[in-house]
């Protein structure tokens, strides 16, 4: 009986992400002697929680020369020019050998992110973070938000929650708020919820570019609550609040805040925000017993 062949060792991939949101990839390729693509595939679906192999994807492909650098290196690199539609992107290599082969993430230095201020001259912004999954391989998450709204800090207060922050690609007009969207089927919404209509505004404190908004919890509802704002006020278009500027790619299991207890009409209830998977901002409101 012949032996299996040995399976090929993964290809190592170091990624260093620069200050205008582009990302430079360096494959350790020892021996290849012909043309060479890095391949990103985008994941089909909501699919965040980890890789699945090589089905699930949307069909979404971005193939990107992979130049000799050094000896045994070859060098891709996907500029922020280059558009990489929001969502998750796993890496691959296509050597002169063969079919394309997963990477696994080797030195990432990702510096550049958490100081980067994009000018938002563009109408957008567009964020790239290259993370490793649970399986181990690379997987490069994709933000382009067109405008953009920015969370910059989150500050729980007494009974409320303080949200400072910047917009991009947009400006703020007198009369600009802030808006709670209770979550579907979550429990929030109906004449319980804001109104009737699962909305509650809130007024935001604008200047140029940044806004500030302090949110009450004493008049929510129990279940989720998505946070949008408004920058030209109620009959303007929402932008979802988001953290997208740094260089953390999955924020809910990194970044936690302190639940708040308060009374409301609908009984005592812990309210605090929460990181979505996206790395929106919401807000979790559970009830207490009385």
């Not at 090589?54 to 020369?65: E, F, K, Q, R």
């Not at 070859?74 to 290599?93: C, K």
Request: charged content about 25%; hydrophobic content about 35%; proline content about 9%.
């Amino acid at each position: 009986m012949t032996p299996p062949a040995p399976r090929a060792a993964p290809l190592r991939a170091d990624c260093i992400g620069d200050s205008a949101g582009g990302l430079t990839f360096d494959v350790a390729a020892r021996g290849n002697t012909g043309a060479a693509l890095l391949v990103l595939r985008r994941r089909a679906g909501d699919d965040s929680a980890d890789d699945t192999g090589d089905t699930g994807d949307t069909g979404d492909t971005v193939s990107l020369p992979l130049a000799p650098a050094a000896e045994g290196r070859l060098r891709a690199a996907l500029p922020s020019s280059v558009s990489l539609p929001e969502g998750r992107w796993d890496a691959y290599a296509r050597l002169s050998d063969g079919e394309p082969r997963r990477l696994v993430p080797g030195v990432t230095d990702l510096r550049s992110l958490a100081e980067r201020t994009p000018s938002g001259l563009l109408g957008h912004v567009a964020v790239r973070i290259p993370y490793a999954t649970r399986q181990g391989n690379l997987t490069v998450r994709s933000w382009l938000r067109a405008p953009h709204a920015e969370a910059v800090d989150l500050s729980p207060t007494h009974g409320g929650l303080t949200v400072r922050g910047r917009v991009y690609g947009t400006q703020l007009v007198p009369g600009a708020d802030a808006e709670l969207r209770a979550r579907p089927g979550d429990g929030a919404g109906g004449a319980g919820g804001a109104g009737g209509d699962g909305v509650r505004r809130v007024e935001v404190v604008a200047d140029r570019t940044e806004f500030t908004f302090t949110v009450p919890y004493d008049g929510l509802a129990p279940g989720l609550w998505d946070l949008w704002l408004r920058p030209a006020g109620p009959s303007g278009p929402a932008v979802r609040l988001a953290r997208l500027l740094d260089d953390v790619a999955d924020k809910n299991p990194v970044f936690t805040f302190p639940r708040t207890r308060v009374r409301t009409p609908h009984g005592p209830v812990e309210a605090g925000p929460y990181y979505t998977r996206d790395n929106d901002v919401s807000l979790a409101v559970a009830p207490l017993d009385a």
